[in-house]
């Protein structure tokens, strides 16, 4: 089973939820398997101009978008003395950070 962690430890380094993918690799180095895919969502913008009768106007109604957004999941397998770490990037950003069974 795999449980949410705050960070994770590179050294005296630490990665936390919001860090960039090249922060990630300058302190934990390449990870050991990563996955890529994207993802449609529908997301809310409240910043598209509404049409009115009278003239172009900002309208703060929410539109909804279809956003194509890119998810990453790198694992890090620090060997027998530690867990293996799960990260999610979304988009560049981590989003999650998770541990799971014994390295190897």
Same mark, same amino acid.
Request: aromatic share 14%.
């Given at each position: 089973?795999?449980?949410?962690?705050?960070? /994770?430890?590179?050294?005296? !380094?630490? *990665?936390?939820?919001? #860090?960039? %993918?090249? %922060?990630?690799?300058? +302190?934990? &180095?390449? =990870? #050991?398997?990563?996955? +890529?895919?994207?993802?449609?969502?529908?997301?809310?913008?409240?910043?598209? =101009?509404? @049409?009115? $009768? #009278? @003239? @172009? +106007?900002? #309208?703060? +109604? =929410?539109?909804?978008? $279809?956003?194509?957004?890119?998810?990453?999941?790198?694992?890090?397998?620090? &060997? !027998?003395? !530690?867990? *293996?770490? @799960?990260?999610?990037?979304?988009?560049?950003? /981590?989003? !999650?950070?998770?541990?799971?069974?014994?390295?190897?």
């Amino acid at each position: 089973t795999l449980v949410s962690a705050i960070g /994770l430890r590179c050294g005296n !380094r630490l *990665i936390t939820v919001g #860090d960039t %993918k090249l %922060k990630v690799i300058s +302190e934990c &180095g390449a =990870p #050991d398997y990563k996955e +890529e895919w994207v993802e449609e969502r529908i997301m809310r913008d409240f910043h598209s =101009p509404a @049409y009115s $009768k #009278d @003239y @172009y +106007e900002w #309208d703060r +109604e =929410p539109f909804l978008v $279809k956003t194509l957004v890119k998810i990453e999941e790198w694992y890090y397998n620090f &060997g !027998r003395t !530690r867990l *293996i770490h @799960y990260l999610r990037f979304r988009n560049g950003k /981590l989003i !999650r950070i998770t541990i799971g069974e014994r390295g190897y």
